[in-house]
């Protein structure tokens, strides 16, 4: 058995070997977090994906985010180290549903989430994520839409323009829980503290934020407010890297066990083997990869 040192010397060498590099969602174990090339939200590492020059991609996240990498970079050999780490609301969403929601409403523009499949994407006009949402509403051509999955985050973009927006009842299970009373309860225990808050939370959880963000949105956030406290309203393993970069701050989670189970699943030896045995390699169908492509790259235009 190797020691957590040994492995994470492999790690480096067969990067350097294999020409690769680590990117790492927000929400990954702090182990995993530490020895990422690029840690950032959705829309930093698609940006990143887009642009990459080495030729292989070890995507440490979940299967929609490893997806959207392959698009952007299809020429090069993109790995996710665990193959199982879906992502719920992603699959909350399926071709035949959304073609039916579209005849229903044929005037509109499809904007999709990030967080959806890349068979979704293939039938969708523009990608956004949680950090560029607002701007591609506002931006995309068309007076109706149609937003997928996420009921949360498309009701908050819709505040946001007068253009008539058609929700998904798609949900985020992890942002979904909170409720009004886990905010009256943090800020009582913190009363001093600033409380900022993914899209992906309940409307009525929303609004009473200090700030909606995206992940990486939360850690410039908490590096300009003069709050020397603050309550995480998103996944948990966000507070490690607020608490990394932000040390003189204080950080509370709005809930102890907002947990994505799916973004736990990495483990140092799953990068380990996933280098070594170059697995679990990302193919995405050539019919559904141009179309797909042109959804994210759309995005990428408009925000
Ligand atoms: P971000 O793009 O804000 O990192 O969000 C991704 C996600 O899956 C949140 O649950
Ligand atoms: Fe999907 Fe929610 Fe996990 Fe984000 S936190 S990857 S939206 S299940």
Same mark, same amino acid.
């Given at each position: 058995?190797?020691?957590?040192?040994?492995?994470?010397?492999?790690?480096?060498?067969?990067?350097?070997?294999?020409?690769?590099?680590?990117?790492?969602?927000?929400?990954?174990?702090?182990?995993?977090?530490?020895?990422?090339?690029?840690?950032?939200?959705?829309?930093?590492?698609?940006?990143?994906?887009?642009?990459?020059?080495?030729?292989?991609?070890?995507?440490?996240?979940?299967?929609?985010?490893?997806?959207?990498?392959?698009?952007?970079?299809?020429?090069?050999?993109?790995?996710?180290?665990?193959?199982?780490?879906?992502?719920?609301?992603?699959?909350?969403?399926?071709?035949?549903?959304?073609?039916?929601?579209?005849?229903?409403?044929?005037?509109?523009?499809?904007?999709?989430?990030?967080?959806?499949?890349?068979?979704?994407?293939?039938?969708?006009?523009?990608?956004?994520?949680?950090?560029?949402?607002?701007?591609?509403?506002?931006?995309?051509?068309? =007076?109706? &839409? @149609?937003?997928?999955?996420?009921?949360? *985050?498309?009701?908050?973009?819709?505040?946001?323009? #007068? /253009? +008539?927006?058609?929700?998904?009842?798609?949900?985020?299970?992890?942002?979904?829980?909170?409720?009004?009373?886990?905010?009256?309860?943090?800020?009582?225990?913190?009363?001093?503290?600033?409380?900022?808050?993914?899209?992906?939370?309940?409307?009525?959880?929303?609004?009473?934020?200090?700030?909606?963000?995206?992940?990486?949105?939360?850690?410039?956030?908490?590096?300009?407010?003069?709050?020397? =406290?603050? &309550? @995480?309203?998103?996944?948990?393993?966000? *507070?490690?890297?607020?608490?990394?970069?932000?040390? #003189? /701050? +204080?950080?509370?989670?709005?809930?102890?066990?907002?947990?994505?189970?799916?973004?736990?699943?990495?483990?140092?030896?799953?990068?380990?083997?996933?280098?070594?045995?170059?697995?679990?390699?990302?193919?995405?169908?050539?019919?559904?990869?141009?179309?797909?492509?042109?959804?994210?790259?759309?995005?990428?235009?408009?925000?």
């Amino acid at each position: 058995m190797m020691t957590k040192e040994e492995m994470i010397r492999e790690i480096q060498k067969l990067k350097k070997e294999k020409d690769a590099v680590i990117l790492v969602h927000n929400y990954q174990l702090p182990e995993i977090q530490d020895i990422a090339d690029i840690l950032g939200d959705s829309l930093d590492l698609s940006r990143k994906a887009a642009t990459i020059e080495n030729n292989m991609i070890v995507f440490c996240g979940v299967q929609f985010m490893a997806e959207s990498a392959k698009l952007l970079s299809p020429d090069k050999t993109v790995l996710i180290p665990r193959a199982d780490a879906g992502c719920a609301m992603a699959d909350m969403v399926d071709k035949e549903g959304l073609l039916k929601f579209k005849a229903d409403h044929p005037n509109a523009k499809v904007v999709a989430y990030v967080n959806t499949t890349a068979e979704t994407k293939s039938i969708t006009d523009v990608c956004c994520t949680s950090a560029n949402a607002v701007k591609i509403i506002q931006n995309i051509q068309a =007076e109706e &839409i @149609i937003f997928v999955p996420d009921k949360n *985050l498309g009701s908050y973009v819709a505040k946001f323009t #007068d /253009k +008539k927006v058609h929700l998904w009842p798609g949900f985020c299970y992890v942002h979904d829980q909170y409720t009004i009373e886990d905010v009256k309860n943090v800020r009582e225990k913190y009363p001093e503290a600033n409380f900022i808050v993914h899209p992906e939370s309940p409307a009525e959880v929303v609004e009473l934020a200090d700030s909606v963000e995206s992940t990486s949105g939360m850690i410039r956030f908490a590096k300009e407010t003069d709050a020397k =406290e603050l &309550i @995480i309203g998103t996944e948990i393993g966000m *507070l490690y890297r607020l608490q990394k970069e932000v040390p #003189d /701050k +204080k950080f509370y989670p709005l809930k102890e066990d907002a947990i994505c189970k799916s973004m736990k699943l990495t483990r140092l030896e799953d990068v380990y083997l996933s280098l070594k045995e170059e697995r679990y390699p990302v193919v995405i169908d050539i019919n559904i990869a141009n179309r797909a492509k042109h959804a994210l790259e759309k995005m990428l235009e408009l925000s």
